[in-house]
């Protein structure tokens, strides 16, 4: 029998490693002479995998299901109307007894929409953002919890509590203030800003925590103020994840309808007026769908349509700008 | 063959009278296109410590998690060559994954006990493989506690939750819990590098009371612990950044360390570089 | 300017936006309480039957519908959402196509306005699959909208559970199933709960996505959940928009200091859940 160093396997002094040794050995052992390739095989739990991804595919049933049966509730309005009449058109003139002898164009409400989202953003935005940055930067230690657990306490009120509370203060006040019915784009704003705040608020709040703190802590040892700190070195740090706030505040605005549906005064006119009573989407398919059937109903879906694409395209930009990062909200 | 004179002595008859249950062969580990490991063939002597020490990424917790699997969890892994478990390759199609975790314990860097009460920790190996009854479990949990030495320290908090024991009551709960699944090899990767001086010593006395049942294999960064406590060493490198970890270097520890045949074990073990 | 006059304006400025914040928050709760509160806690309101034309009434019917759909919603939207949850953090962990896919679905879903749902569960639930205005109508319709909001929290949750303690399962000899079910889920439990919790927060103050589909009047308790239900939050639309009932304010800040009571109770048990939880977990 050969005798073997007592360096056993591996390299030696006698250089590379000795295969043929070590297969001596295995023999010996009594093991099989095998030199094979394998690919690990994944433990065999295929029967659970495979239900969790039945279950978990459902949500891209659920998300198909809703497509379709919007745009399919859609498509009556838009095959008899046109869709130059639906979408081009401010004249909202249902006819309840007769809905093919109604108007149907949605601009008004379209205008009604953006505008308020626009109030909403322009009020909320530096709302949100300034809290965010507050609680990240400027609150003492006993106040940062405090905040935020405001913020979120708003996150929590329901829209209704929210529009009461908008109709019976608000409207009056504005209407005091103003000499107006106080109904209107204005309102809706500042109910809509008090709603995107907290949406605003936690997802700056992520993005700037995101930021590593040794760059924040750079700037202050160099003798950067706090001001200087935020603006030159927080913000632009997560600005993209600060923008995808913003945006999904603006989606939250967009689809809000309870609230908005209290104080915006329901009219059916264009007006460019803040104070004057009119419409957005979501409050004309709540105030009209009770009464509503064919064609007017088809319409009205067919503004659900648009706030679907709305969201769909923000959401998409907010994936976009965080680069697949997971949102949470 | 030309060899050299002490290690054939010493190195080799020892290793003739023990028997290796435990054999690497040709393997190599590769994640996705990195090469982890490369040509590693080896034979583990049974109820012995065989430390494998090493500077850091050299490989060495991967080759360890090989002998149990693990690297299975690792997307993108895959192997060649074999590792001989019983004459057995553990990576051929129909290897009972499971069953060869059962008997190849493992006990890992950081001491992670499930955030479970001291007896659930331990009943758990033994209740996954289908032991229901209590008076059964009850034994186990006391039997591997006490091969654990921790026995007298837990007996009155059984029922408390592991997490508030200290770091080192932690790691011998961590190595009960592998006991209690009667387990023939305990790997375990540097068990004591989060722990103090004192814990780690209460963990090599265990160790080297252990080796007397089982199989150990473990890997450290601590060359006097390898020194202290393991009967064989293997001594793995990378060349450079990039390249695949290979043994260097196998023998008894007390030559390794004293009387290495290879320059860069030498350097290593005097501490040169590393 | 000078940076430390800038400086100075800044934290005056950031101070007072996020008191501004804090401001409207206490306004808006003293203000709901201190117009509803004895009404909310009238057992005589909270305990009666409704009017159509009266004053005078309750609204227990409504908060039994609240429940009732609550506990539906959860009910069909809870598996799906955990076994969502699951597969998408075990079983995934490195991102497919398909796994992309199912991600966007789930923001997508739940960035929807949920008028959107309610259009949906009205055409899908109420006209095509003929349950018409129905407590389960509604239920559907919230199942599919809470589901990805407590998908992603579960998620979360599980992602957040040490890959140690998986790693030391399978060292046991565990397999997969074993190793989520025995270790993972028990310690990301706590999280899930929490999540499912703050879900059904937003459940019971849902109001658009459920008045054309669960019913926005009822006169008796719905027992039958293929009934008309009248969730409380769609009831206080429905009554201040309608006026038809004399007393309709009051009816109105009643139900809502109601619900807020009802839903700042839920947010606040599952803060407190969470945190119980944590201590637990360290303390034992």
Known sequence: MHRRSGRLFGENRLGAPDPHLFLYDLREMGISRSVRLSRIVKTPDNFVKCALFICSSLTVFFVFLV??????????????????????STKWSPNVSAPLKGNYGILAFLNGTILTTIGALILGAPLGVGTAVFIDEYAPVWLKGLVFRGVEIIAGIPSVVIGWFGLTLLVPMIAEITNTSGYGMFAASLVLALMVVPTITTLSFEALQAVPEDIHDASVALGATRWQTVSRVLLPASLRGIAAAVILGMCRAIGETMAVQMVIGNARQLTFNPLTRTSTLTTRIVTDMGESHGVFRSALFAQGLVLLI?????????????????LSQ | MRVDGVSVQCGFELMEKLECRLGVHNLSVYYD???????????????????????SGCGKSTLLRCFNRMNDLVPGSYVEGSIFFDGTDIFSDNYDVTELRRKVGMVFQKPNPFPKTVYENVAYGPKIAGIKKKAVLDEIVERSL??????DEVKDKLHSSALRLSGGQQQRLCIARALAVEPEIILLDEPCSALDPIATQRIEDLLVELAEKYTIIIVTHNMQQAARISHFTAFMMIEEHGDPGRIIEFGETSYIFTNPDNEKTERYITGRFG | MNPKRADRIATVVFWSLSMTTLAALLVIIVRILSKGLLKALNPFFVFGKPEALKAGGGVLPMVVSTLYITVLTVVIAFPIALATAIYLAEYTRRESRLTRVIRLCIDTLASLPSIVFGLFGMSLFVIFLGWGYSLVAGAATLAV???????????????????TYREASYSLGASKWTTIRQVVLPSAFPGVITGTILAIGRIIGESAAVIYTAGLFVRKIPLNPLRTGAPLSAYIWYAQAEARIPDFRSVVDGGAALLLIIVLLVNFVARKLASYYREKKIAG
């Open chain 3, 145 to 163: 909208l809470s589901l990805p909001v407590i998908a992603r929290s579960a998620e979360e949750s599980i992602r957040s559970v040490p890959d």
């Open chain 2, 33 to 55: 296109d990195f090469k982890a490991l490369e040509n590693i063939n080896l034979l583990i002597p049974c109820k012995r410590i065989t430390a494998f020490i090493g500077p």
């Open chain 1, 67 to 88: 497509i379709v049966f919007i745009l399919s509730s859609s498509v009556p309005a838009l095959k008899e109307l046109g869709f130059k009449n639906v979408f081009f």
């Open chain 1, 310 to 326: 709305f969201s769909a395209v923000l959401i998409i930009i907010v994936r976009a700008a965080l680069k697949g990062r997971a």
């Open chain 2, 146 to 151: 006490k091969r654990a030495a921790l026995w």
